[in-house]
């Protein structure tokens, strides 16, 4: 078994805590959202109980990452800083009531596993973290959009000229 495949349950059960460093070149999900696959996410994983003795595990990630900005094309460094809790049912029946019993928007009710790869909910953490449209706050080079504005005839023009005077 993996170091990283873990019985989700069990986990839980003895307050179990994992942390570690991983390439974002390792994470090939997130790489391949990324503009380079250079950085490292930070992560940990604390095992535990809600209030109500539901298994729970709370998974951070935090790390800088390089995203293609959605409006310059140019590549911007973005940091994530994200940490969620997971609750664990036992099937999807005993998720969905765990999730109506909570009623919390904020704790994602999941199905456990007793061969869990925390890599793979980790990259998850990650991938949620990133925005939807990445951007710079202020593009840096402008240059390329500009030229596309200056460049581009406004489709009203050739209607002006059909208007009667």
């Given at each position: 078994?993996?170091?990283?495949?873990?019985?989700?349950?069990?986990?839980?059960?003895?307050?179990?805590?994992?942390?570690?460093?991983?390439?974002?070149?390792?994470?090939?999900?997130?790489a391949?959202?990324?503009?380079?696959?250079?950085?490292?996410?930070?992560?940990?994983?604390?095992?535990?109980?809600?209030k109500?003795?539901?298994?729970?595990?709370?998974?951070s990630?935090?790390?800088?990452?390089?995203?293609?900005?959605?409006?310059?094309?140019?590549?911007?460094?973005?940091?994530?800083?994200?940490?969620?809790?997971?609750?664990?049912?036992?099937?999807?029946?005993?998720?969905?009531?765990?999730?109506?019993?909570?009623?919390?928007?904020s704790?994602?009710?999941?199905?456990?596993?007793?061969?869990?790869?925390?890599?793979?909910?980790?990259?998850?953490?990650?991938?949620?973290?990133?925005?939807?449209?990445?951007?710079?706050?202020?593009?840096?080079?402008?240059?390329?959009?500009?030229?596309?504005?200056?460049?581009?005839?406004?489709?009203?023009?050739?209607?002006k000229?059909?208007?009667?005077?």
């Open positions: 078994m993996s170091a990283f495949v873990i019985d989700a349950f069990e986990f839980c059960r003895n307050n179990g805590y994992r942390e570690g460093v991983t390439p974002v070149a390792e994470m090939t999900r997130l391949a959202d990324c503009a380079d696959p250079s950085g490292e996410i930070t992560w940990s994983i604390q095992g535990g109980q809600t109500q003795g539901y298994p729970s595990m709370t998974l990630v935090e790390g800088t990452v390089n995203l293609v900005c959605q409006r310059c094309l140019g590549p911007f460094a973005y940091h994530i800083d994200s940490s969620t809790m997971l609750v664990l049912g036992k099937d999807d029946a005993d998720a969905d009531e765990i999730e109506e019993i909570l009623d919390d928007e704790i994602d009710v999941i199905v456990g596993s007793h061969e869990a790869d925390i890599r793979q909910l980790l990259e998850d953490e990650a991938l949620l973290a990133l925005p939807q449209a990445p951007k710079h706050e202020v593009c840096p080079d402008t240059k390329l959009i500009d030229s596309l504005k200056s460049d581009k005839v406004s489709p009203f023009a050739a209607l000229s059909l208007k009667p005077e």
